[in-house]
């Protein structure tokens, strides 16, 4: 009898055998491996479940309920924990692209980086126009999280306000400090977006606006943050050539404005560089041991993505990306620009990172104004197919616009160095995606935390699957101060997932990355079963998980 099949009969058999009341639980999970999220050895237990709620966990052969699931041959663990989810905007707009995180057994995504979702004024709602939200409108946080609990949600969602999104408001996207006029503004709207449920602040320091950010302009938003209880993320200002003077820029930050701090997708890109990351680890272990609450996570794949813009220097941008583009038609401009890009290193010079091959650099995603089949192409064979020099056909495309791609630009090594650290977790670093509206992504979108299973836990044995799952679950959690999730325990909330630990797989390729990831049986949010049999159901039992709520 398979499974599924059996799925169906236990609740029969068990009223025909008198030996339980069937209907006193809404789903009982039995039989499985519990992996339980603390990082102790598994063991075989029974989980009952109830009002969104785990009741019991141990010997329940005399329990019934409304559902039964035999996860005989399963791992049951607690739901994952993406803690960098990109935007809930598709959640809003697509409730099909949830599919995407569900798929990989995550059920709550921590949202924003160096942007946010709010505040938002006239200016940030243009780019929510051109993303294509035309439907609603917000300002604060607390009205776009009632639209999300309107709507529904399939997954449970967090969200950190951002620095650039507030800059952006207050200051613009002009490479200049606020007066203190306008940082007592930004800290008002961080301190309003704290006290709408935001988890904390976040940056994405190699962007622009964000990259404009003094150091000192941080800490003061930090602060703020700090005092209602939140944490500082980070996409640090360098992750190469200098990621060592951005982790201690990082634990600064964590230092005076007395907040824990987390860095997002921490990576040594660039050949030459890929040794720094045993020192990158050695120095926050080192403000750990300070006292410093820092961690850190990972994605398991050695491409980035990125925007190809980012190829230029961000000061470049300093007067907003249209302006600068439109200059991009000047033949000398873009001669000047590869000298700069081919010359120095005293940015993220991304061209170094990928050992100066357009080879390296595969294109992920193309605005409307570019061939869409250049996407899945290298730099270098986008040139090859026009038959233009590669600089030619790299200007061609930023200049079009909208570009995204995934230079190779780490190694193996330094991803298992990251995954033995106790206080490293993982991130998608990719925002929920229907495979149906989108001509590519970064297969992360769909496949990081079954790779992360199947590559580095079944199949090389980086790191036992107990702790693996430690790291998907109650660490994530215990950084955003999630109480009530992480771990497999009477009177948690019911975030549970089944996979069997022989087929979990990722399907998603470089060439290929618009697939989803195999071997999650179920998984369940607040008590209800949104992936049943392999299968995405319709419910949207997901909540937006307000700070201290």
């Known amino acids: 009898m398979s499974r599924y099949i059996r799925v169906l009969a236990l609740p029969f058999a068990c009223l025909l055998l008198f030996a339980c009341s069937p209907g006193s639980f809404d789903l009982i999970v039995r039989g499985g491996r519990v992996i339980d999220g603390t990082g102790g050895p598994s063991y075989v237990a029974d989980i009952a479940i109830r009002g969104g709620v785990i009741e019991q966990v141990g010997d329940l052969s005399n329990q019934g309920a409304r559902r039964v699931i035999d996860a005989e041959g399963l791992v049951v663990t607690p739901g994952f924990i993406d803690m960098m989810g990109g935007s809930t905007l598709p959640l809003l707009l697509d409730p099909v692209s949830a599919e995407s995180k569900l798929r990989q057994g995550i059920t709550t995504m921590m949202a924003g980086e160096g942007g946010s979702l709010a505040p938002q004024n006239e200016r940030t709602r243009e780019d929510l126009r051109r993303a294509g939200e035309t439907g609603h409108t917000w300002s604060t946080f607390d009205e776009y999280f009632r639209l999300l609990e309107e709507e529904g949600v399939a997954l449970n969602v967090i969200h950190n306000v951002g620095a650039a999104q507030v800059r952006r408001i207050i200051v613009g996207d002009e490479d200049r400090d606020p007066t203190p006029e306008q940082l007592d503004q930004m800290k008002e709207l961080v301190a309003e977006a704290m006290e709408d449920g935001a988890i904390g602040l976040s940056t994405a320091l190699i962007y622009p606006p964000g990259s404009y950010a003094k150091t000192e302009e941080i800490i003061e938003l930090a602060k703020v943050a700090a005092q209602h209880g939140g944490v500082y993320f980070t996409h640090m200002r360098n992750e190469s050539n200098q990621v060592l003077e951005a982790i201690a820029e990082a634990v600064r930050v964590s230092r005076e404005g007395e907040i824990p701090t987390h860095i997002y997708h921490l990576k040594a890109a660039g050949q030459e560089n890929w040794p720094l990351m045993a020192e990158a680890l050695g120095m926050i272990e080192a403000a750990r041991s300070e006292g410093l609450d820092v961690t850190a996570d990972i994605y398991p794949y050695i491409r980035n993505g990125i925007g190809l813009g980012s190829f230029i220097h961000p000061r470049h941008y300093a007067r907003g990306a249209e302006p600068f583009l439109a200059t991009l038609g000047d033949a000398g401009v873009r001669g000047q620009l590869q000298r700069e890009i081919e010359t120095t290193s005293d940015w993220e010079n991304w061209y170094r990172h990928v050992g100066r091959d357009w080879d390296n650099v595969l294109i992920s995603r193309a605005g409307s104004d570019v061939d869409p089949n250049f996407v899945g192409l290298s730099v270098k064979q986008v040139a090859d197919r026009r038959g233009v020099d590669a600089w030619q056909a790299f200007f061609d495309l930023v200049e079009a616009g909208g570009v995204s791609v995934n230079p190779k630009s780490m190694n193996e090594e330094q991803k298992h160095e990251a995954m033995r650290a106790s206080f490293v977790t993982f991130d998608n ?121």
């Open 429 to 549: 670093d990719a925002s929920p995606t229907n495979p149906s509206a989108v001509a590519s992504s970064h297969p992360r979108a769909f496949g990081a935390f079954p790779r992360i299973l199947a590559k580095y836990v079944r199949d090389e044995k980086v790191i036992s699957l107990e702790e693996a799952v430690r790291k998907l679950t109650s660490l994530p959690a215990s950084i955003l101060k999630l109480e009530q999730r992480g771990r497999i325990s009477s009177g948690m909330a019911a975030d549970i997932i089944m996979f069997d630990p022989q087929t979990i797989q990722d399907r998603a390729t470089f060439t290929d990355p618009l697939l989803y990831s195999e071997g999650i049986d179920y998984v369940v949010v607040g008590g209800e079963l949104v992936v049943d049999q392999g299968t995405a159901t319709s419910a949207r039992p997901g909540k937006v998980l307000r700070r201290g709520g």
